[in-house]
C-alpha cells in the first residue's frame, strides 16, 4: 500500500506566503513525477506545477514566478513554495505521486493522490 498525505495549507492574507508539504509512504519501489494540482469550489481540478524525478519542473501559467515546486527524492517529499499570493488562488491542494511500487514479486504503477489541504486567501 502506498500513501500521499499534504500538510501545510491554511488562511493567510494576499501577498503572504505559505508552503505546503507532501509526503509518500508505503511499500514504493521509486517515485516518478510529483505534482500539486487544485480545485477551487465549482471548477475542474488542475495543475498547478510539477516535477520529475530529475528535478525538471512545469508550472501554470497562472503561478510562474510565484510559486515554486521541489523535492527530497531520499524523504519521497515534494514541496511547493506559494509566494505573493491572490485571493484566486484560494483551492482545495492536492499532491499527485506516479508511483512504481512493489506487489508482491512484481512492481506497478499508478498514481496516487492526497486528501487535499485548504489554501484561503483574503484580501
Known amino acids: 500500500q502506498v500513501q500521499v498525505v499534504e500538510s501545510g495549507g491554511g488562511l493567510v492574507q494576499a501577498g503572504g506566503s505559505l508552503r505546503l508539504s507532501c509526503a509518500a509512504s508505503?511499500?514504493?519501489?521509486?517515485?516518478?513525477?510529483m505534482g500539486w494540482y487544485h480545485q477551487a469550489p465549482g471548477k475542474q481540478r488542475e495543475l498547478v506545477a510539477s516535477?520529475?524525478?530529475?528535478?525538471?519542473?512545469n508550472y501554470a501559467d497562472s503561478v510562474k514566478g510565484r510559486f515554486i515546486i521541489s523535492r527530497d527524492n531520499a524523504k519521497k517529499m515534494v514541496y511547493l513554495q506559494m509566494n505573493s499570493l491572490k485571493p484566486e488562488d484560494t483551492a482545495v491542494y492536492y499532491c499527485?505521486?506516479?508511483?512504481?511500487?512493489?506487489?508482491?514479486?512484481?512492481?506497478?504503477?499508478?498514481?496516487?493522490w492526497g486528501q487535499g489541504t485548504r489554501v484561503t486567501v483574503s484580501s
Open positions: 499527485n505521486a506516479d508511483v512504481t511500487y512493489y506487489s508482491g514479486s512484481a512492481v506497478n504503477r499508478r498514481d496516487y
Open positions: 508505503g511499500s514504493i519501489f521509486s517515485i516518478n513525477d
Open positions: 516535477i520529475s524525478r530529475y528535478g525538471s519542473t
